[in-house]
């Protein structure tokens, strides 16, 4: 079992956590945001938080306070930019994101998932592959399809929603990267389809949500169909070289659920991996922020 954090990334820093919220610092602001995991008690003062903060997000009011919510406002500190920049390196390169302040608490990156953009690199540098084929499922702004791409990949981003979509191309120009092909579609309709025409994959990256909808109102929920979705990438992996990797966030699925669904469709795989991906505060606090399965061969 493996707990993985981002590393040297000057960028970001997860300065304290606790009290059901998080001090971030992206880029040169410091958000504040809701974490309904951080059960614990801040180590800095409500004065010292308030003192740092550019931005704060407060949800929506309903004559009660929900932990769960998410909906709601930004209440900004003057100096504070709508929407600003960040880099990530990557060896020697590096991938940029534009950030954004959203009504849903997101700013465009969910920066524990970097420990996965060094493996999707890693893989793709290392596979004796010219050009792998990448597939990067319910994809959101795309920081594993911009990781997948610099390290040489031909990669198809998918995802539901035309203005995230959007979203990752800015970012892919940011990035100075090209050539990503954008599919604005369901994700199980996609994978369903390209099963039947054939086509095969070197890497999958399989991020769903609890819950979601197709462009056209299809309905996602995780745990009625995880397993068709699992068995459906199985049919577009590669048989020789390839990596696979399955993240969930949202339902509170342990790395050993993750474990048992990809074995029961895969059989044995190879050099797997699974755990928790988490960000360390600055007064070392640990705050788990997902789960993940990945192998490859």
């Given at each position: 079992m493996l707990l993985l954090k981002p590393l040297h990334w000057n960028d970001y820093e997860l300065i304290d956590s606790g009290g059901y919220k998080k001090l971030e610092k992206f880029?040169?602001?410091?958000?504040?945001?809701?974490?309904?995991?951080?059960?614990?008690r801040p180590?800095?003062?409500?004065?010292?938080?308030?003192?740092?903060v550019n931005a704060t997000f407060k949800r929506a009011s309903n004559g009660k306070e929900k932990l769960d919510g998410e909906k709601g406002e930004w209440l900004l500190k003057k100096g504070m930019a709508q929407q600003w920049y960040i880099?990530?390196?990557?060896?020697?390169t590096k991938i940029s994101f534009r950030l954004g302040l959203t009504a849903?608490?997101?700013?465009?990156?969910?920066?524990e998932q970097a420990s996965n953009w060094d493996?999707?690199?890693?893989?793709?540098?290392?596979m004796p592959v010219e050009k792998p084929k990448v597939l990067n499922l319910f994809a959101y702004t795309g920081g594993?399809?911009?990781?997948?791409?610099?390290?040489?990949?031909?990669?198809?981003?998918v995802d539901s929603v035309k203005q995230v979509i959007n979203w990752s191309r800015e970012n892919m120009e940011a990035s100075q990267l090209n050539d990503i092909r954008w599919v604005v579609e369901d994700a199980m309709k996609f994978v369903q389809r390209e099963a039947r025409r054939g086509n095969k994959y070197h890497g999958i990256i399989l991020d769903p949500p609890a819950y979601g909808r197709g462009p056209k109102g299809e309905k996602w929920v995780i745990q009625e169909q995880i397993h068709e979705m699992i068995s459906a990438c199985k049919e577009l992996?590669?048989?020789?070289?390839?990596?696979?990797?399955?993240?969930?966030?949202?339902?509170?699925?342990?790395?050993?659920?993750?474990?048992?669904?990809?074995?029961?469709?895969?059989?044995t795989v190879s050099h797997p991996e699974?755990?928790?991906?988490?960000?360390?505060?600055?007064?070392?606090k640990k705050l788990p922020l997902g789960t993940f399965y990945r192998f490859y061969k």
């Open positions: 880029g040169e602001f410091f958000l504040a945001r809701p974490e309904p995991q951080a059960v614990w180590s800095l003062s409500e004065q010292e938080w308030d003192s740092k880099n990530y390196p990557l060896n020697d849903f608490k997101h700013v465009g990156i969910f920066p493996y999707i690199y890693k893989r793709i540098k290392e594993a399809s911009l990781a997948a791409k610099a390290a040489g990949a031909d990669v198809v981003h992996l590669s048989p020789t070289h390839h990596f696979f990797i399955l993240n969930l966030y949202s339902i509170g699925f342990s790395a050993l659920v993750q474990e048992t669904l990809v074995q029961s469709v895969f059989g699974m755990g928790e991906l988490y960000l360390e505060d600055s007064f070392n």
